[in-house]
């Protein structure tokens, strides 16, 4: 009965280990998911992500141009396209896109597609500081043209007068016009993702005769090494022994001299 019993433990163990073994492989194969990020109400954060993909060389200046194709048809929000380097084949790719959080997951399962990912980076830089700064400079400006446009309305103006303040104005909208972009683009860095996607092909596993070959070249520089350690050592005795012989046959003589008179 007990033999019985334990037949069938291990009859079971060998069903599942395999079950086990393919499931694991199929979540390793899986490429991994990334979502975009959306700063929180009332935050200013700036995503960006680094994603690193590993790809046959063949395939990899087609996948980019796939990448970039999908980032310029992207249906769940504005992307666009700022760097795409080709290296050609076995170089590597790099695409760098900015796109809405809710495209970010479809654009990276479209980069990955044939590959893996094998590293994702994420980051956030805190603009808060950034745009407190614009708005108070905004605001400031605003203040100052209000200022100038009630003052062009007076009619007691000379033309020297008018001269100034058409300048002043001119010199104040200017600003106001870089500050407008200026915002415009924190607010385009708060409200969307930096992505930068990176294809490489996968260093090929070394064979058992390249790793022989590898251990021949080890083994002929630890022999040189080994040479090189035995000859300082030898310059370094050497001075010794040649001043320990002569002193070696001076205490002989004394000791047989002294010796025969005993």
Known sequence: MRGIVVTGLACALLVLVPGCKKSATAVDSAPAAVAGEVSREGGFLAYAHEIDIDLPGAAIDARAEATRQACEQQHDGACSVLELVTRGAGGGSKLVVRLAPAGVEALVAEAARGGSVTSRTTRAEDLAEAVADTTRQQAMLEAQHAKLMEIGARRDLGVSDLMTLSAELASVESKLADTGREAATQRRRIETNLITFEWRAPYPS??????????????GDTFVDGIEAALEWLGLALPSLLLAFPLALLWRWGWRRATRRA
Do not use: C, E, N, V
Request: hydrophobic share 35%; glycine share 22%.
């Open 206 to 219: 070394p064979s058992r005769l390249s790793r022989l070959g590898g251990a021949f070249g080890d083994f």
